[in-house]
């Protein structure tokens, strides 16, 4: 009985024609962070309270519409 490898293992790939970071610049777009002090998440009821808040509140807001340009 043939032993596969661990998963892990990456040696079975060709990494010849590989390049570093090329999807890089996409994640970065689609990352948004927000970091909260530990006294306000406290205050408003934890991070899923948070959440729910700014859930609400996005859901409250109407999205803004960009003005034309005078021709």
Known sequence: MARSKVETDLSRYDWSRASRGKYVEKARRSLEILVVDKK????????????????????????RRRKRRAA
């Open 40 to 63: 306000t998440v406290a205050a408003l009821g934890g991070p899923d309270a948070i959440l729910r808040i700014l859930r609400a509140l996005a859901g409250s807001i109407e999205p």
